[in-house]
């Protein structure tokens, strides 16, 4: 098990997921972090004695001038065999090496630089530098060469590096604000995994599983992509760490909570095998063999910048059996607390039943209601429909869960369970006393298109019953569940359409389409040709798929991203490793070429503000030394007029920083709409075709040419 050895305090505050430990000088370890003021911390331990308390070795603070959004260690110079420091900020990277005290390399990142690691990635022979940003992805070389680029589909906000797929080769996973996991094989997607919200935490585990934590306090492992197991908490998780905590030379899963609190937890099941408590929320967790030469420690650091330092410990005979009376007590406690509520159960059941039973008493000569029935007749079932329901002017578009029971029994509350769909997880329906019927309808507003299993439980008994039996029920919502299925119309059919050729029949694509769209009954057309027309009750426009007996398909919609997912989906149902598109969505390319305009001005205005403060600077410069001189002769009158002076063009310099920022937030706006479009634009491929297509859009951005960037999406290549 774990034991405490050690208990600083860094004097310094910590910034969430910026913490970190490198070897520097190539032997001793250093705890390196991001801090207030735009600085970041160094702390180098000179004593290797762990039992001291107080704050020993040496804190160096590195001047940054720029708020630190990331940080990560590692040697991304192999021939110096020593770890280097990368530091990200909103607008640039830079390469530190720490025992020398001289940068390695400045790299601007318009991006950004929300998330970094380093290592190998795929086949690629030298250690990158992997920083996630606006939408995209960048590996630098230790020559701040961007050796490797691709997009996703939102900001990323955490990395980690595996070998996802049993190669050999590490892929990288990535966590992003759409709720999305994604593998990346180099620059070609492999695996994506849909969650409920904003991926804040990636781990590497044993093998191909890996630990992920979500902004909604969820943590949980996959292996591959299959999840093994999830838990939730009240609190949010921070940060993940792996370590060996039972000795058994596998890595259990470290969590560190926005309360304080450190949980360990088995890797097979997510049961806590180990916890405890900081005085304030987790900044960062890492393992290292700080202050203990040659032992790996599991080192915690808060926010306040307390750091507390653990090791693995045998247990002796005596703490094993103390530790396992300890868990046999708790378990026979659990037992007890579920054989009462067991209990209660039973003799809430058994007077319902005495009461059913005895003829109604009297009092006064007038006759008294008994308590409730709460037998109800043994064939009651539940009834449920889904049916898709198009926007009216006092309620959204949505889909109805329409339930109802097959006699006189009445619903009273319905309970919903749904990853991502509800606030918590959870809808309770509780209609008023008076309002009680044998049906009830159940809004729901999916707020993406992705899969999701609906579990239902739905309380049933009679008018006057105060207990209640309760149905359990399961239905599955596909991914299309929005889209109405409506009558052929040429009329304002979509300007937007992708066309493609696969080499499979008819009916398999029709079988797809009734595994994936909300449909009263199966749909089964008896045509030659396919040609079937749904509407986005979203958007109220139109989705028209057509196919040919030859395998030609069209795809007419003018949501470029809906047809991606649509060939997405239906790729891996039908296997499709490779598919080219040919493609052309008028509405979002307008934008597309307005935006890349925009850009380019934006760009234009932003080195024309700075150059517009750096000559502000200089005058600033010379208007004070003219002060001062004023002020030492005496001259006060010019002193004053060179104040005002200096007022005035400090006003100037903060309207032009306000300016800057505004001008700045758009850029960035744009850029993402920009690495989107490109996302959209591989999404309308599968395999190599798709890692080409962003290939060639990438070129396209990179010489600034807005055509070659609109035909490579149109023809996914050049």
């Known amino acids: 098990m774990l034991v405490p050895i050690f208990s600083l305090q860094l004097n310094n505050k910590v910034l969430p997921r910026t913490v970190a430990v490198g070897k520097f000088n190539g032997k001793k370890s250093c705890l390196v972090g991001a801090t207030a003021g735009n600085k970041v911390f160094i702390h180098s331990p000179q004593d290797n004695n762990p039992q001291a308390q107080q704050l020993e070795g040496n804190v160096s603070l590195l001047n940054v001038n720029q708020v630190v959004t990331s940080l990560a260690c590692g040697q991304l110079d192999e021939q110096l065999n020593k ?45 990158l530098a992997i920083v996630g940003g606006n939408c995209s992805i960048h590996g630098f070389n230790k020559k ?13 906000s955490s990395l980690a590096l595996l070998d996802f797929n049993g190669d050999g080769y590490n892929e990288l996973v990535v966590g992003s604000e759409d ?40 943590v949980g492992i996959y292996e591959r992509a299959n999840r093994n197991w999830r838990i939730k908490s009240r609190n949010i998780a921070i940060v993940l760490q792996a ?27 997510g049961e806590v095998i180990f916890k405890d408590s900081l005085n304030s929320s987790i900044a960062g967790i890492v393992k290292a063999d700080y202050r203990v030469p040659g032992e790996n420690l599991l080192i915690c650091c808060s926010n306040e910048g307390e750091v507390r330092g653990f090791k693995f410990s045998a247990q002796d005979t005596n703490a094993a059996a103390a530790n396992l009376y300890k868990d046999r ?22 007077d319902a039943a005495r009461k059913a039973k005895e003829p109604s008493s009297y009092q006064n000569n007038k006759p008294i209601a008994l308590d409730s029935e709460a037998e109800i007749p043994a064939n009651t079932e539940i009834q449920t429909i889904l049916t898709i329901e198009r926007s009216r002017p006092d309620f959204p578009a949505h889909i109805a869960v329409k339930m109802k029971t097959s006699n006189h029994t009445v619903i009273r509350v319905v309970t919903l369970f749904a990853e991502g769909l509800f606030k918590g997880e959870c809808l309770v329906v509780h209609p008023a006393i008076n309002q009680v019927r044998e049906n009830i309808i159940v809004p729901i507003i999916p707020p993406r298109d992705a899969p999701v299993d609906l579990h239902l439980q739905v309380f049933v008994g009679l008018k006057s019953s105060t207990l209640y039996h309760v149905f359990e029920l399961a239905r599955p919502l596909p991914i299309f569940s929005m889209y109405l299925l409506v009558e052929n119309s040429s009329d304002l059919e979509p300007k937007g359409f ?59 919609t003018d949501d470029m991203e809906l047809a ?10 039908l296997n499709i490793d490779t598919l080219q598109t040919t493609c052309d969505f008028p509405q979002e390319l307008d934008i597309l070429q307005k935006v890349f305009s925009q850009i380019e001005e934006y760009q234009a205005a932003r080195q024309r503000i700075s150059s517009d403060m750096a000559e502000h600077a200089n005058i600033i410069r010379s208007f004070l030394i003219r002060a001062e001189d004023a002020r030492l002769i005496g001259d006060v009158s010019v002193m004053k007029r060179h104040y005002i002076d200096l007022l005035n063009l400090n006003r100037d310099l903060i309207n032009g920083y306000k300016i800057r920022c505004t001008n700045h937030e758009e850029l960035m706006k744009n850029l993402r709409f920009l690495n989107q479009m490109v996302q959209k634009a591989g999404n309308l491929r599968i395999g190599k075709f798709k890692t080409i297509t962003v290939n060639q859009c990438r ?11 609109i035909k490579s999406i149109k023809t996914g290549n050049v």
């Open 83 to 127: 770890d280097l420091l990368v530091v990200g900020t909103s607008n640039n990277i830079t390469a530190y090496d720490i025992d020398r005290n001289v940068d390695l390399f400045f790299k601007e990142t318009p991006d950004g630089a929300h998330a970094i690691t380093i290592g190998k990635w795929g086949e690629l022979p030298e250690q």
């Open 144 to 156: 701040s060469e961007d050796v490797l680029w691709t997009v996703t589909g939102d900001n990323v």
């Open 179 to 218: 709720f999305d996991i994604r593998v990346f094989r180099e620059d070609q997607l492999i695996s994506e995994i849909q969650e409920t919200e904003t991926i804040v935490s990636l781990c590497p585990l044993v093998g191909a599983r890996f630990g992920y934590a979500l902004g909604n306090g969820t």
């Open 243 to 269: 370590y060996d905590v039972d000795g058994d030379g596998v890595d259990e899963l470290v969590t560190g909570w926005s309360n304080g609190k450190v949980d360990i937890r088995s890797d097979r099941n």
């Open 329 to 350: 007590q708790e378990a026979i406690r659990d037992f007890a607390q579920k054989k009462q509520a067991l209990l209660l159960e039973l003799q809430n059941l058994e």
């Open 498 to 556: 992708v066309n493609f050729t696969i080499n499979e029949r008819i009916p398999r694509v029709l079988v797809w389409i009734n595994n994936h769209f909300l449909l009263a009954e199966e749909y089964a057309p008896n045509a030659p040709s396919l040609y079937v027309t749904f509407l986005a009750v979203r958007t109220e426009t139109k989705l028209i798929i057509k196919m040919q007996n030859t395998g030609q398909m069209m795809i007419q």
């Open 564 to 573: 991606g997912n649509i060939i997405q989906s239906l790729g891996k149902f």
């Open 699 to 709: 070129e396209a951005i990179k010489s600034n040419n807005t055509q070659l960037l």
